[in-house]
């Protein structure tokens, strides 16, 4: 392999007409051509030609006719069964940040069509780090080509969160640094097609965006750092439908509300959502709740530091996963007192975390020093499965595309590695469900 | 190229004559980049539904179109 410089190469088509006739002949005069081409038919140069390239011709035209390579010759055999191979991931694209300020690459997410597009949503998160000639934009890349986004999202403050409508691949929501929640139609262009007022968004960056499940499709909720949750419905962004603020002693009072760092919501659950706070404490929080006090229904808290990252198991969504300070632990709604496993500390802070969603004992967490792990808790419960360094600087976020083979990890200075795993972690091992289950 | 003699309609016939020949350029002189003392004496392209079989010359190309027996 060679490296060299980047050249933009662009897709085009190119049509053929009717050409290479002499210059005295008019190819659209039909007699003209049928008299040149009698001409040339009783050249004897083109008589030989012809004789001589038609043995060779009818050669291999004979050889096609003798034997049918196309046909089907191993029926018998039987599939070979999987072997049990090393597992591995490689690194098969890595895509910079194209200015250059370096931003954080706070968020990924994967376009629902399976059509191997990137969200991701820059920003820096220190405070006052933004310097005046920071870019505010966000962009979407197509993995096919990584030198240039496909299309780029400017908002009117950068970017915290960023995610696709899993029920309309055109329609992202964002959530920005200053609060507001803006959203994008991909079809019309790079501005936001609408973005909440000022003085009824979050007061602080908005960590956590989610899609809701809803008849039209237009319901997400966002949660962040001043402590509420606020439901949206996108098509009309000045007001959010529904508030509610994260106090745990069910009062309301927003001065002693939780920051709230991340959240989740499981489609298959679609009263319940779970909030992650700066706190560490996990709140379970039920929607449909009659008054606010009903609405946190209990919390679980575990974390020394903030809950980075909070996911359901897709296959078995009582069972959930968090993040936060040096550990990484699982637990079951149903047990409150404590997770019921979790990993050792490890010496760098974990950042993001998210489950396989092809093999329900498989998940993944990122660290400050760059490294990617991934877990099997049926296989080893102490050590990660398979640890790799992704890169020099710390990892800031994590997601795993619908098949599960393909994983794209954002660090802080921007660069998206997109990872693919090897096969033994995609497919599901025979027993593994009710193994899961047994747990 | 122009073609000289077909059996197939004529758009099919300018398209595949102005594609192959560029291909054949390409093919040959691929073949002698990396040896000049050889040449392309056929050039066989299997594709899902047919196979074109090109001839080429140093100023003619015949070419053929074929369904592979099933």
Known sequence: QVNTDRVKVQSRGVNHVEGGWPKDINPREADQTA?????????????????????????????????????????????????????????????????????????????????????????????????????????????????????????????????????????????CYNGQLAYWDTRKGQLPVEVSTVEVSHRDPVYGTIWL???????????????????????????????????????????????????????????????????????????????????????????????????????????????GDWTARIWSEDAKESSIMWTKYHSAYLTDGCWSPVRPAVFFTTRSDGTLDIWDFLFKQSDPFLSLKVCDEALSSLRVQDNGCIVGCGSKLGTVSVMEISSVLCTLQRNEKNLVNAV | GIPVRTTLDNSTTVQYAALLQQLVMKARSTVRDIDPQNDLTFLRIRSKKHEIMVAPDKDYLLVVVQNPCE
Not at chain 1, 83 to 98: F, G, H, L, Q, V
Not at chain 1, 136 to 161: A, G, Q
Request: glycine share 4%.
């Open chain 1, 35 to 175: 008299r040149f081409r009698k001409k040339l038919e009783k050249d004897e140069h083109y008589i030989s030609v012809v004789t001589q390239l038609g043995t060779l011709m009818e050669h291999c035209v004979k050889q096609n006719n003798a034997i049918d390579i196309y046909e089907e010759y191993f029926d018998e055999e039987e599939m070979i069964e999987v072997e049990i191979e090393p597992p591995s991931a490689k690194t098969i694209n890595a895509i910079r940040d194209p200015n250059t300020a370096k931003r954080t690459a706070t968020h990924l997410s994967w376009c629902p069509d399976a059509s191997k597009k990137l969200a991701v949503a820059y920003s820096i998160l220190e405070f006052q780090q933004n310097k005046t000639d920071m870019s505010l934009d966000s962009y979407i890349w197509d993995l096919e080509n990584s030198n240039k986004p496909e299309l780029v999202l400017k908002p009117p403050s950068p970017l915290v969160t960023l995610e696709y409508n899993p029920k309309d691949s055109y329609v992202l929501v964002g959530g």
């Open chain 1, 213 to 323: 499940q809803s008849k039209t499709g237009t319901d997400c909720f966002s949660a962040s750092t001043d402590g509420q949750v606020l439901w949206w419905d996108i098509r009309k962004l000045s007001v959010p439908t529904e508030r509610l603020v994260l106090d745990i002693s069910r009062k309301g009072i927003l001065q002693q509300a939780l920051g709230a760092v991340t959240l989740e919501f499981e489609s298959t659950l679609p009263t319940k959502f779970m909030v992650g706070t700066e706190q560490g404490i996990v709140i379970l929080c039920n929607r449909k709740a009659k008054t606010p006090a009903e609405k946190i229904t209990c919390t679980y808290s575990g974390h020394h530091g903030p809950v980075y990252a909070l996911t359901r198991n897709p296959l078995y969504p009582k069972i959930f996963l968090t993040v």
